[in-house]
């Protein structure tokens, strides 16, 4: 049993020399067994780094090690689902999964990948090519847990699913990570949507790491404060104020006991997540136990 | 011991018959394109078959059915009819080998790799068990052995069908063993051309990554390549030279070079004297020249291309191999 899940030190993608970098100096590190949610606004990175983590990209920069190895190494270990989930449209449901029993031959489940078809009464028969959005995502989450991984990377898995669909594939997802103990990365920028699902936070924007960490402890180092506009609050971090009339609602990093004067709580993670995206100058903070510095 | 047995036989699936991963899939995934070559191949086979047997004597009984083969009639005879209408059609179907590579080339960069750059199918491959170069390994190898097969198949009974033909050639205009179609379809070279089309292909897709401009540049590609490599042919092996003093040497096989030669021996531009005595002692014209292939020379010129043919291809795959490993990194 590998200790981390994912690795990434200095890690960055370009694509194309006169494009801007898709990720600039990444460095984090995801424990195994952890439900990650990535998050982050349009164009941070974070399809990007699914990638390069499931090997289908080679970083321009540094490194990303999963499971203990390069990711090419540890294809056989790994599930995908890429954003627009791809599928061949001539196969059907059944063939389809077939394809995963053929290409996973050491590690496929028929049972779990069957089970998860069944739920959303698809019938094996139907081509691809006539299932919709939803239903497409249904297939490609059955070859990805039918696979059995250790680690599954998810790119906007719920985008396109109802919410009855979405409730019950998460709490599927869910069960069996819990089971297994798999380790779960999962990117959205719908907040709600992995609210209660997860325990570890990675927040990018512009292609680098803004927060990481488990999410209790990231939640614990911030304080959603309210007081007078005219108040100070040195010597605190301030992610993000802002005020309304006389009145001053921030988002801090406290560095020590807050003043009196402040009416504190511990934010949500979509106050969090929020607050994060609003101030893309805040400083980067990052609490998942390695030793380099935040860049 | 046992009890591990038994857990893995309890997940591993039942082994089915048949083929077995990415050969499955890619016989799944392009079953049409399977079936199309199939058919392609039925038909080709069936009109070379038809030029070998029927087709032939049916032109023959028509040849003397209008007394065509009387000496009286001889060289006057004008001969034409439906039986050989029916064999040159039959003949050009067997031709649709000429065809082969274009239509690899094509399939290969549209259907075969573009297409699945583009809509993700390949990353969904290597995101199962399999390393992106073991995923074009067999995007390659199963087409490669269906392309051999189906080629050698075509070109022995086009050999077949060309020997059959034979004699007709010598009374109806008919096609001569160096032309471009004819010297493909008669030897290694068409095998060599359908790989060189998928090779291509392949490469077109891999470069571009997006269905139809993959399969435009691997047709432009590879119809620039044949063209390139096609006017190569008649130097890959050396010429034989006829030499006749006061005229021309017979006109045979593949010619080259003609001219005409001084007292010296040097060759010079025929001053087209035609039968003027005192222009061909000015110009010191003592006998003509004509450089050509016999036909003896089809297996050395065949072979000799063949091999730089497979040359090309085993460099588009290996680039192909290269900028995969490149684009997705350490293939395992």
């Known amino acids: 049993m590998t200790e981390t899940a994912i690795e990434a030190a200095a890690l960055g993608k370009r694509f194309g020399r006169r494009r801007k970098r898709a990720l600039d100096g990444c460095a984090f590190q995801l424990p195994a067994g952890r439900i990650c949610a990535v998050v982050g606004p349009n164009g941070a990175g974070k399809s990007t780094l699914l990638s390069l983590a499931a090997g289908l990209l080679h970083p321009s920069d540094g490194t990303i090690t999963v499971l203990g190895q390069a990711p090419a190494a540890a294809r056989e270990q790994v599930a995908y689902v890429a954003q627009d989930k791809p599928l061949h449209p001539q196969l059907t449901v059944a063939d389809t999964l077939r394809f995963g029993r053929e290409l996973n031959q050491r590690r496929w489940d028929d049972r779990v990948a069957e089970r998860i078809v069944a739920e959303g009464d698809l019938d094996p028969d139907a081509k691809i090519r006539t299932l919709s959005g939803g239903q497409r995502t249904r297939v490609a989450l059955a070859l990805a847990l039918g696979k059995r991984p250790e680690l599954l990377l998810l790119d906007e898995p719920m985008a396109d699913l109802d919410p009855l669909a979405r409730h019950q594939l998460m709490a599927t997802l869910m069960a069996d990570a819990a089971e297994r103990g798999t380790t779960v990365v999962m990117s959205s920028h719908v907040v709600a949507e992995l609210e209660g699902a997860c325990d570890h936070l990675l927040l990018l924007g512009a292609g680098r790491v803004r927060l990481a960490g488990p999410l209790d402890d990231l939640l614990a180092a911030h304080r959603l404060v309210t007081g007078r506009a005219d108040a100070g609050l040195d010597p605190h971090t301030v992610v993000e104020s802002r005020t309304t009339g006389r009145q001053l609602t921030a988002l801090v990093r406290p560095e020590g006991p807050l003043d009196d004067t402040w009416q504190s709580t511990v934010p949500t993670l979509e106050e969090l997540v929020l607050a994060h995206l609003r101030a893309p100058e805040a400083p980067a903070l990052r609490l998942d136990s390695v030793p380099e510095a935040a860049v | ?332």
């Open chain 2, 1 to 332: 011991m046992t009890t591990v047995v038994t857990i893995e036989t309890s997940t591993a699936v039942a082994p089915s018959r048949g083929p077995r991963g990415l050969v499955w899939v890619m016989l799944r995934v392009h079953r049409w394109a399977l079936w199309f070559w199939v058919l392609l191949v039925a038909v080709g086979a069936g009109a070379l078959l038809f030029v070998h047997g029927p087709g032939t004597d049916a032109a023959w009984s028509e040849y003397r059915a209008m007394g065509c083969d009387s000496p009286e009639v001889g060289q006057a005879c004008d001969y034409s009819g439906p039986a050989i209408s029916r064999l040159g059609l039959a003949n050009s179907l067997g031709g649709l080998l000429n065809f082969v590579p274009l239509l690899a080339a094509a399939w290969a960069g549209g259907a075969l790799i573009g297409r699945e750059l583009e809509n993700g199918t390949a990353q969904l491959a290597w995101a199962q068990s399999v390393s992106p170069a073991r995923w074009l390994a067999a995007k390659l190898a199963v087409p490669a052995a269906l392309l051999v097969a189906g080629t050698t198949l075509l070109t022995l009974l086009h050999r077949l069908a060309w020997s059959s033909a034979a004699p007709l050639r010598s009374i109806v205009p008919w096609r001569e063993w160096y032309d471009d179609d004819i010297f493909l379809a008669n030897g290694t070279l068409a095998t060599a051309h359908a790989l060189l089309g998928l090779a291509v292909g392949a490469l077109a897709g891999l470069l571009l990554r997006r269905a139809l401009p993959a399969l435009a540049a691997a047709a432009v590609g590879l119809l620039v390549l044949t063209q390139a490599l096609g006017s190569l042919r008649p130097y890959l092996w050396p010429v034989e030279t006829l030499t006749q003093k006061g005229m021309y040497p017979p006109y045979t096989g593949m010619v080259l070079d003609d001219g005409a030669l001084t007292s010296t021996g040097a060759r010079v531009e025929d001053p087209l004297c035609i039968n003027d005595t005192k222009c061909l002692a000015d110009h010191d014209i003592v006998g003509f020249y004509r450089d050509y292939h016999p036909s003896s020379h089809f297996w050395p010129l065949q072979l000799v291309e063949t091999g730089i043919v497979l040359a090309v291809v085993a460099l588009a795959v290996l680039a192909a191999f290269r900028l995969l490993r490149r684009r997705t990194g350490a293939a395992v």
